[in-house]
């Protein structure tokens, strides 16, 4: 393969058949990742046919306890998928086999810093240190291999939907090349984009497909987002226009040079973009797309756009003006946004972003949580090859998920499956052990088969058996009932791993590898959970196994309760899979007032004098109690059958003269961290929650693993914690002195 091919990414390296999508992620593939001096060799090439369509599976469940898709919400949806589990929020108490609460932080902000430096080094990821580059180069050594790499070696191509002769039209733009780009020694020059814009293989604004109605513009390599550095090494004027050809921090290629403006030197250019991660003194878009308010007064920063993952610096308080043309900065975020002047050059620029939009001051916390919240609020939104069309494809989907929380990971599968230390080898797995070792992942986790990359959210029933769900940006689909036929999909959607390719298989066959882009530390753990040889239920079955739907209030329980809508006042209970289970008292922990309902109907509901409280629905037989203290409530069924289940009320509460006490003692007696847990803390032994710090006054002296705060007793320290369960929210102050 030589140089041209190498240079040429997608138009050269992939093909398609019909309007059928091969392979939706490898945009940005390991032909285009240019460095003039080195040029890859081909054992680092994508082979053609590791390129597979990926296809959707629809199974039509068979047992009314489990999930159904719900048509009456009028939004369609895999089968498999209900309307509650299209929010974020349901996959809470999904991982909860991982042993990591929802809200516990994964990595910290020092962390994210030492892996984003291991991530850049590392040689397979093939990343940009773009800060790094060497100032001078070769132009007329560079202008040479662009030009020799702009050929193609497809036999079709269509410009703008009309057909063109290949070799043609290669020309031309090479000779455009060649004739305009620049030549001698150089420096860099150094550039942020000023609109969301594609990177492209060639230098041209023609849509390329491989036929006339190819649904993806094959030229596109990969996108940058308004404010995102670049760093010129050439330039072009191609049928009129002009581009500009250089580095981002994950590819190399061709942008629009309308679309980027050139800072007058280096310092200019960090200055415009680089963010300290520990800081709070930038914005990060978390929702699809932002677009700022018309302005009459001032037109370049009218309508702009700004897509899932900008990073923008905000404007100091003492610099936000009185008034920004004819509007005034209350309820906005007030940011600088890079434009052009009339000769490109770079402008800072004073814009508002409306505070209803969903923006995160700072980089947000990274926690299992809030990776599904930010990825859910691309749910539906569509597909885009390499990113065009302002869109994602599935890579950069993820990559930009990650990107929310300050880390910056590779930019295809191939590459981010080679972040260093983070990977989990699952090929070798049957499908049962495929679905064993990702109940013990966290939300977020990124699976991988060839082509397609998407993030965990959760485990639960489908069709009798435990499957795992993900969301992900996607290409063309396919229903697993009758005859294959291709259904272009192209949205982020949300599906079970039961969902099949064109060979028939699953994805969750398919898949060959997780990667956890968390602190080493959360990693090992992980990893230690999955391979511990006593399983999380022990082989004696002294707890019923959990349905879909249910959790265990407290490690302590036999019995799992449900809930769909999150709170104490709409938790279920089911007694289907306690035959077996060899489980001889049935217990429960529960809040004070939970009000609990059958799930099947019951005849009576017995317990001692101010235990509970209970009535029963005339029209379904189902009965629901109040819990009002620790005892042991009768169940007879209207099937004849009968279950005692012990119930635990509990009224948690902050625990802080005790933990005060206790601190002070481990002040005199410990050398080391101490260790509070939530019946420290809270009095509580129900443990399903996830405790967090919402502030602390010395963050290296106080943090929280599995729901246990580690705190210094021997330094001076304000520590506020909080713990959720459910709806319930129970928070207190310590003060370490």
Same mark, same amino acid.
Not at 48 to 72: K, L, Q
Not at 271 to 279: C, N
Not at 671 to 685: A, H, I, N, R, V
């Given at each position: 393969m030589?140089?041209?091919?190498?240079?040429?990414?997608?138009?050269?390296? %992939?093909?398609?058949?019909?309007?059928?999508?091969?392979?939706?992620?490898?945009? *940005?593939?390991?032909?285009?990742?240019?460095?003039?001096?080195?040029?890859?060799?081909?054992?680092?090439?994508?082979?053609?046919?590791?390129?597979?369509?990926?296809?959707?599976?629809?199974?039509?469940? &068979?047992?009314?306890?489990?999930?159904?898709? &719900?048509?009456?919400?009028?939004? =369609?949806?895999?089968?498999?998928?209900?309307?509650?589990?299209?929010?974020?929020?349901?996959?809470?108490?999904?991982?909860?086999?991982?042993?990591?609460?929802?809200?516990?932080?994964?990595?910290?902000?020092g962390e994210i810093t030492a892996l984003n430096k291991a991530m850049l080094e590392a040689e397979d990821t093939n990343m940009n240190d773009l800060e790094g580059l060497a100032e001078g180069y070769d132009a007329d050594r560079l202008r040479h291999n662009l030009v020799s790499a702009t050929t193609t070696a497809k036999s079709r191509i269509f410009a703008d939907n009309i057909e063109v002769v290949p070799a043609s039209y290669y020309k031309q733009v090479a000779d455009?090349?060649?004739?305009?780009? %620049?030549?001698?020694?150089?420096?860099? =020059?150094?550039a942020v984009a000023v609109k969301r814009t594609t990177i492209n293989t060639i230098p041209v604004n023609a849509y390329i497909g491989y036929s006339a109605d190819d649904p993806d513009d094959e030229k596109v390599n990969s996108a940058l987002l308004v404010g995102e550095p670049f760093v010129i090494r050439q330039k072009a004027t191609v049928f009129g226009d002009d581009f500009y050809w250089g580095y981002s921090d994950n590819c190399?290629?061709? *942008?629009?040079?309308?679309?980027?403006?050139?800072?007058?030197?280096?310092?200019?250019?960090?200055?415009?973009?680089?963010?300290?991660?520990?800081?709070?003194?930038?914005?990060?878009?978390? =929702?699809? =797309?932002?677009?700022?308010?018309?302005?009459?007064?001032?037109?370049?920063?009218?309508?702009?756009?700004?897509?899932?993952?900008?990073?923008?610096?905000?404007?100091?308080?003492?610099?936000?003006?009185?008034?920004?043309?004819?509007?005034?900065?209350?309820?906005?975020y007030v940011v600088y946004l890079p434009i052009r002047d009339g000769d490109g050059k770079y402008v800072r620029a004073i814009a508002l972003i409306s505070q209803h939009y969903e923006v995160s001051k700072g980089f947000l916390k990274m926690t299992q949580a809030e990776i599904l919240r930010v990825a859910f609020n691309n749910l539906g939104d569509r597909y885009g090859w390499g990113g065009m069309l302002d869109s994602m494809d599935c890579s950069y989907y993820t990559k930009n998920v990650y990107r929310c929380f300050g880390l910056q990971i590779p930019r295809n599968t191939t590459w981010q499956q080679a972040i260093p230390g983070r990977k989990i080898d699952l090929s070798n797995m049957s499908d049962d052990e495929k679905v064993g070792a990702m109940t013990r992942m966290p939300a977020g986790t990124l699976f991988y088969m060839p082509g397609h990359t998407m993030i965990y959210t959760g485990t639960t029933v489908m069709d009798g058996r435990k499957m795992a769900y993900v969301i992900s940006d996607t290409g063309s689909l396919s229903d697993s009932t009758g005859e294959l036929s291709v259904r272009n999909m192209y949205s982020v959607i949300l599906n079970p791993l039961s969902v099949r390719r064109r060979n028939e298989s699953t994805w969750l066959s398919n898949i060959t590898a997780a990667v956890l882009p968390i602190s080493q530390g959360s990693f090992d753990f992980v990893k230690n959970n999955m391979e511990t040889v006593t399983p999380i239920e022990p082989v004696s079955m002294n707890r019923v196994p959990v349905a879909e739907g249910q959790a265990y209030a407290s490690g302590k329980d036999t019995l799992p309760l449900e809930t769909f809508l999150g709170n104490t006042q709409n938790i279920f209970i089911s007694f289907c899979n306690v035959e077996g289970s060899e489980v001889e008292k049935l217990t429960a922990t529960v809040i004070k007032g939970s009000r609990i309902t059958t799930k099947a109907p019951v005849k009576a509901v017995s317990y001692d004098k101010g235990v509970a409280e209970w009535k029963r629905s005339k029209s379904t037989g189902l009965a629901t109690i109040t819990l009002k203290k620790s005892g042991t409530v009768t169940f007879e069924m209207a099937d004849g059958k009968t279950f005692d289940v012990l119930f635990t009320?509990?009224?948690?509460?902050?625990?802080?003269?005790?933990?005060?006490?206790?601190?002070?003692?481990?002040?005199?007696?410990?050398?080391?961290?101490?260790?509070?847990?939530?019946?420290?803390?809270?009095?509580?032994?129900?443990?399903?929650?996830?405790?967090?710090?919402?502030?602390?006054?010395?963050?290296?002296?106080?943090?929280?693993?599995?729901?246990?705060?580690?705190?210094?007793?021997?330094?001076?320290?304000?520590?506020k914690v909080r713990y959720t369960y459910l709806n319930k929210k129970y928070t207190m102050t310590l003060t370490v002195k």
């Open positions: 030589g140089i041209s091919e190498l240079l040429n990414g997608p138009v050269s390296a %992939y093909a398609t058949t019909g309007d059928l999508l091969i392979d939706e992620d490898e945009t *940005v593939s390991e032909e285009t990742k240019y460095i003039e001096e080195e040029i890859l060799s081909d054992d680092r090439v994508t082979p053609e046919n590791d390129h597979e369509e990926i296809y959707y599976e629809a199974i039509e469940p &068979d047992d009314a306890e489990e999930i159904t898709a &719900d048509g009456a919400s009028g939004i =369609q949806m895999a089968e498999g998928v209900s309307e509650e589990m299209c929010s974020s929020d349901y996959w809470n108490d999904k991982t909860i086999e991982s042993k990591l609460g929802s809200g516990e932080e994964l990595i910290s902000t455009a090349i060649e004739k305009t780009a %620049y030549t001698g020694n150089r420096n860099n =020059q150094y190399t290629g061709w *942008v629009a040079a309308e679309d980027l403006a050139v800072c007058s030197d280096k310092d200019e250019w960090l200055e415009a973009w680089k963010v300290d991660p520990s800081s709070d003194d930038f914005i990060v878009v978390t =929702q699809n =797309q932002i677009r700022l308010e018309p302005s009459v007064s001032k037109p370049e920063l009218s309508e702009v756009k700004l897509t899932f993952a900008t990073i923008l610096k905000t404007v100091p308080e003492d610099k936000i003006p009185k008034s920004l043309g004819e509007r005034g900065p209350w309820n906005n009320v509990e009224s948690p509460k902050a625990e802080t003269k005790a933990v005060n006490s206790l601190l002070k003692k481990a002040k005199e007696g410990s050398s080391g961290m101490t260790e509070l847990s939530l019946q420290d803390l809270f009095g509580t032994q129900i443990d399903n929650g996830s405790l967090s710090i919402t502030y602390i006054k010395k963050k290296d002296k106080a943090s929280v693993f599995r729901n246990v705060l580690l705190i210094d007793p021997k330094t001076k320290n304000t520590v």
